[in-house]
């Protein structure tokens, strides 16, 4: 093949064996999902299990159609219409071989600030069995200080007077639901697929405090019909580069403009409670279970906890990215210490999953250079992460008198991250968090006050109360503030 071909339909048939393409007839496709925010996780996510499903069997109803509600989303909308909704996924595995394949099981795409009409219109369509959401923790219009319904937001304001034309996702869902509700058709299961803990539970909250506002009569339907599945998700999947792009061109003569590179593990487990019936996913992995508790606490306190563990302190002494800090045995040895010691005395066993395995697994995934997950990306937004992926852990172990030495450290190496937004080298570091000024402030005290980045309230509660917490955290950001060479710490740490 000497000259690239672009990524379309009429080009399947051309493309190089070594790549899976869709097996499927995608002309007999029907919207059975209807997916807003599709992004690289989506895509490596849902999108894959969806097209494994239409692989293996006759799912032909279980077609997805993209949505977008933001103009930052036009330019997804505009590559997968080119590409007639077709992209490709890069598996990257730790030992550089790479699974090319062509997923098919997007069919349309619908930008809602072009014709919200259209995208009501089509979440309230008979075919249409779930609407899924990957929006981000901050798309759910959560008040920070009481953890319910945002009702202050001018897009919230709008919205509930303009029922018709609405700019946030939760006007989308009580509109098509209304429809629905008048047509007599049953409702749609609204299905989140974002990394947030009971994030259906959430998503239920959410809807209600919104369609209370707007139709309290259409709200009691909703609270008694849709069906809000809590589900953990998991697969790393960093965001797009050019190199992913330029690899496609010159390994497979393929012209991808957005494809999508992810690592190997992929993981999901959903609640089974569903509206309209569901895709039969556990025929390709997934897991559906009574209560998806016990997984989703144990992704957090090991995964996610640990992207922190070794982001922060890898940040402040210089590395760029996950593999880089697993490459080096020290801090290798006091991730697996943090599992080992502190965040699994206080996990509750998990159906099905051997926690020791599970485990190692992670270690290996987080040490794929394959994969090379910037540290940047892993730090951003830490005041919302830790409060919940490492502070739970030390609250347990504080109550039970379990070890602390691990997280306490993380924590100072958090605040000299946040005073001085540099490594230890000087070298600037991205700092991107909503509480960036608070947290700097806070930090910025530390000199003259030793707690007083412990003091920040809206990240930490009253852990500073904790004398003996409090005590480990003085002596180690004091160690740190003399000498930022965070290993000398982390050795010793390891060896107690």
Not at 413 to 435: F, P, T
């Amino acid at each position: 093949m000497n000259s690239s071909l672009p990524l379309n339909q009429q080009n399947l048939s051309r493309l190089p064996g070594e790549i899976t393409r869709p097996g499927y007839d995608r002309s007999r496709l029907t919207t059975g999902i209807v997916h807003v925010g599709v992004g690289g996780f989506h895509r490596s996510h849902e999108a894959f299990y969806i097209d494994e499903l239409l692989q293996s069997g006759d799912a032909s109803e279980w077609g997805i159609c993209g949505v977008g509600l933001r103009e930052a989303d036009r330019r997804m909308a505009t590559i997968l219409q080119e590409q007639d909704y077709l992209y490709t996924l890069i598996v990257k595995h730790p030992d550089g071989h790479r699974e090319t394949r062509v997923i098919g099981s997007i069919i349309d795409f619908l930008m809602g600030c072009d014709d919200p009409t259209a995208v009501i219109d089509r979440m309230a369509a008979e075919e249409t069995r779930i609407v899924s959401l990957t929006i981000t923790e901050g798309g759910y219009n959560v008040d920070p200080d009481t953890g319910e319904f945002d009702r202050s937001n001018p897009d919230v304001q709008y919205d509930v007077t303009n029922p018709t034309t609405p700019r946030l996702v939760f006007g989308y869902l009580t509109a098509a639901l209304r429809k629905r509700r008048e047509a007599g058709l049953t409702a749609f299961t609204v299905q989140s697929c974002d990394n947030i803990q009971h994030n259906g539970n959430l998503t239920r909250r959410m809807l209600l405090g919104f369609a209370r506002m707007q139709d309290p009569e259409l709200a009691d339907w909703i609270e008694s019909e849709v069906h809000f599945p809590n589900a953990m998700v998991d697969r790393i999947t960093p965001v797009t580069t050019d190199a992913d792009i330029e690899y496609l061109k010159s390994e497979h003569h393929l012209i991808d403009r957005w494809p999508v590179a992810c690592e190997p593990f992929c993981q999901w487990v959903i609640e089974d409670q569903f509206s309209a019936g569901r895709p039969a996913l556990e025929n390709v992995g997934v897991q559906f279970v009574p209560d998806v508790t016990p997984y989703e606490t144990m992704k957090l306190r090991l995964l996610n906890a640990g992207h922190s563990v070794l982001g922060i302190p890898g940040a402040v002494y210089g590395y760029q990215t996950i593999d880089e800090c697993m490459r080096d045995d020290l801090f290798a040895t006091f991730l697996r210490q943090f599992f080992d010691n502190e965040a699994t005395p206080v996990l509750d066993a998990v159906a099905g999953i051997d926690l020791d395995e599970y485990k190692q697994t992670l270690v290996e995934r987080f040490g794929n250079p394959s994969i090379s997950d910037n540290l940047s990306r892993i730090c951003l937004g830490s005041s919302s992460k830790l409060p919940v992926f490492l502070l739970p852990t030390v609250h347990e172990n504080l109550q039970r008198g379990g070890p602390i030495e691990h997280s306490a450290f993380v924590l100072a190496a958090w605040c000299y991250y946040s005073d001085h937004h540099a490594d230890r080298h000087g070298k600037a570091l991205e700092i991107n968090d909503d509480q960036e000024a608070a947290l700097q402030e806070a930090a910025r005290k530390t000199v003259d006050d030793p707690l007083a980045f412990l003091r920040l309230k809206s990240v930490f509660g009253d852990l500073v109360e904790n004398e003996r917490f409090a005590n480990s955290y003085e002596r180690l950001v004091s160690e740190i503030y003399r000498n930022p060479d965070v290993t000398v710490s982390m050795r010793a740490i390891n060896q107690t």
